[in-house]
């Protein structure tokens, strides 16, 4: 990627970004995306908390050690019930729910796309607030609209002390270090770790970029539970080389050798963590498929809606990606699964892996050739790709 300055890095370029702040120091933007104020309602986020669908949490402030955490789907009865102030509404993946907010995730295409897990948007009145406390990932908080105070201290670790006794992790010492007012349309970066304390100055949402951190932990069982689903029943413990022991309980180091050199084989069959990696880094958030079209599209059909200049955009909650060198795709896995494809269609998936909203006009080229058209096809049936009514607008 070239070297160029990035509005919403504040002018500072890409690799600055990389190397002198990513996951080592906060970084402020003013307006690091303008017109942002209208692109989510707080009534429309309240809206989404009643889908039975949507992951939704209120979190209640009563005193620094007194919180309640309720989780949705909601009603109507609820917010009524609420105080007036101090208490916010969290909605996880908006950007499965609102093209506008998924197109935001385009800003920041210089971080890999398996790495982002959501867009969190939270709603307060005033004084409302999750606590002070951090995070075990990247976060960019966006103000979206109204004024949310932050205050960014210490750096924390497992071992940090937290209010015992409670459903939200609250740290029992908060050292604040710096402070902003964040306004519409500015933007907050926080490595993982940073102490972070946000209340709202009034009515506001913070729309909350964050990535994806597994544990070693989770990257282990995981990878374990890929291994075990591969049959290999024939592939078992020997010892041709067993010598007669002086006492049988005794458990060799040859014996435990040749079961290191098992484990170490197995976690170190490159082209195996990389297909685990392409399948498990590109499930979906919440582990479903999007709906297919009620009638497949043909060929034709399809070359008929780009020619009219139809909008295509991938599904919102799904996730694209490729392995192989950076420019020629060896392995494509969209949604936890790996897709076979001619190498003639590598370039088309560079496209489509690049962004989440594509010119049909450059769709129409790469279509020239039918193996393309019909693996474009083949992603609009599964529901990946979708037509909008809409005409394609430049961004």
């Not at 996951?23 to 690091?32: D, E, F, N, T, Y």
């Not at 993946?93 to 800003?107: F, G, K, T, Y």
């Not at 940090?160 to 609250?170: E, F, H, K, Q, Y």
């Not at 060799?252 to 498990?280: C, F, N």
Request: charged share 20%; aromatic share 10%.
């Amino acid at each position: 990627m070239a070297s160029k300055p990035l509005p919403i890095l504040g002018g500072r370029s890409a690799e600055l970004f990389l190397s002198e702040y990513w996951q080592r120091q906060p970084m402020l933007v003013r307006g690091a995306f303008v017109d942002i104020e209208n692109i989510i309602e707080p009534e429309e986020l309240a809206g989404f908390s009643l889908d039975d669908t949507v992951e939704s949490r209120i979190i209640l402030e009563r005193s620094p050690v007194d919180w309640e955490l309720r989780h949705g789907p909601f009603n109507q009865k609820t917010f009524k019930n609420l105080p007036k102030t101090h208490w916010t509404l969290l909605v996880q993946a908006l950007d499965h729910q609102v093209p506008a907010i998924s197109d935001l995730l385009e800003a920041f295409n210089f971080i890999p796309n398996w790495r982002i897990d959501d867009v969190m948007a939270s709603f307060a009145p005033k004084g409302g607030s999750v606590g002070p406390h951090y995070d075990f990932y990247d976060v960019f908080l966006i103000q979206a609209h109204g004024q949310r105070r932050w205050q960014v201290g210490q750096t924390c670790t497992e071992e940090t002390a937290i209010v015992p006794n409670l459903p939200v992790r609250i740290l029992q010492e908060f050292q604040p270090e710096q402070e902003w007012v964040l306004n519409p349309g500015d933007m907050l970066y926080l490595p993982p770790g940073i102490a972070h304390y946000g209340v709202a100055e009034n009515e506001c949402i913070t729309l909350s970029v964050g990535f994806r951190a597994p544990s070693e932990h989770e990257i282990i069982n995981e990878f374990v539970h890929y291994l075990l689903a591969t049959p290999n029943e024939g592939q078992r413990y020997s010892d041709p080389d067993l010598t007669v022991q002086g006492n049988p309980g005794w458990l060799a180091p040859a014996a435990i050798e040749k079961v290191a050199e098992t484990l170490h084989r197995l976690v170190s069959d490159r082209e195996k963590i990389g297909l685990w990696m392409g399948e498990y880094l590109s499930q979906t958030k919440y582990d479903q498929n999007p709906e297919p079209p009620e009638e497949d599209y043909d060929t034709t059909e399809v070359l008929d809606l780009l020619h009219q200049n139809l909008s295509v955009r991938r599904e919102e909650s799904s996730r694209f990606v490729y392995t192989g060198d950076q420019n020629h795709p060896k392995g494509l896995f969209i949604n936890g699964s790996k897709l076979e494809f001619h190498p003639f269609t590598q370039q088309m998936i560079l496209f489509l892996c690049k962004s989440r909203h594509y010119n049909p006009a450059k769709l129409v080229m790469f279509c020239e050739a039918p193996v393309n058209l019909r693996f474009l096809t083949q992603l609009l049936n599964m529901g990946v790709l979708y037509f909008e009514e809409e005409t394609y607008q430049e961004a």
